[in-house]
């Protein structure tokens, strides 16, 4: 008897015949490079988000997305119940990385309070490789904490963290020198590139440790570096993703390597309203499918 599953795989077969492609090329072809739930950092609505934290989040979700990344400006017990009303949930909260461990802990309970699974600290600092194996070690310690509390430490970097220092990196102190389980990061896929970096890369040497990725994408043409940020006048860097040099198929090809569960699209600047852009980028991650 033919079935719906054998009449597809006769037809796949048949066209890969046709076509000189394996069938396994051509269900890929028919895939989403990202199938799971796009979020958003609402850092791209920040100014909107101020004004109004309920109806925001209603505006983010009536996009499309599922999920959000913010930090606790607005407390868990008021952004709790404007997230549920929304219909959306928030698997990560971005802070101000610890100074110390007795700091650090107001955050994890925040977080416990929020019921986040990673809480993310991010800067972009200028450091020698001393004072960056010092943060390593503080990281260690926090990262420890807040796993006996159920909640992963991840770091974010920009773009100072590339900057070659002594045979190595800031970014490669806290990955060589925290345990895996401990510390795991938070890839911006747009700050990697524009230092330089092939995300890629980063994936395939340390498989299983980017849990979580910012989804931006940096303007055609725009010249990276390792010591400025993007100029604030003219043309912003960062556009809607799609719409810049990123290669985002090749990103999400990785991804599975890389560990990656939840993704958070982000325009830090926008040259159009941001809600318009944050619709943008996820009407095109939407449709994205695999090469």
């Not at 325009?267 to 095109?284: G, I, L, T």
Request: net charge positive; hydrophobic share 40%; glycine share 8%.
């Amino acid at each position: 008897m033919s079935t719906r599953r054998s009449f597809l795989g006769t037809v796949v077969g048949g066209v890969a015949v046709s076509t000189g492609m394996g069938a396994r090329d051509l269900w890929a072809a028919g895939q989403l490079a990202w199938p799971k739930p796009i979020g958003l950092a609402i850092y791209t609505v920040r100014e909107l988000f101020a004004k109004d934290p309920a109806g925001t989040l209603k505006q983010v979700a009536a996009i499309g997305y599922k999920e959000v990344e913010t930090g606790f400006a607005v407390k868990p017990a008021e952004m709790n119940p404007a997230l549920k009303a929304a219909g959306l949930s928030m698997p990560s909260a971005y802070v101000d990385p610890p100074k110390t461990i007795d700091d650090w802990k107001k955050n994890i309970d925040l977080g416990k309070q929020a019921g986040v699974h990673y809480l993310v600290v991010g800067s972009n600092p200028k450091l020698d490789i001393d004072t960056w194996k010092r943060w390593a070690d503080l990281f260690s310690q926090c990262g420890d904490l807040s796993l006996k509390a159920g909640i992963q430490f991840c770091y974010h970097a920009h773009y100072r963290e590339f900057a070659p220092q002594d045979g190595t990196c800031g970014y490669d102190v806290l990955l060589t020198r925290c345990d895996a389980k401990v510390l795991k990061i938070e890839m911006d896929v747009f700050w990697a590139t524009y230092a330089g970096i092939d995300p890629v890369k980063y994936f395939q040497r340390y498989p299983g440790r980017f849990p979580l990725l910012h989804i931006k994408d940096l303007r055609k043409g725009e010249k990276g570096s390792l010591t400025e940020s993007p100029s604030n006048q003219g043309p912003s860097a960062f556009v809607p993703v799609g719409t810049g040099s990123i290669d985002w198929r090749r990103i999400f090809a990785h991804a599975d390597v890389a560990g990656v569960r939840h993704i958070f699209v982000e325009q830090d600047r926008c040259d159009m309203p941001p809600m318009e852009a944050a619709k943008m980028s996820f009407d095109y991650l939407k449709n994205l499918h695999q090469a």
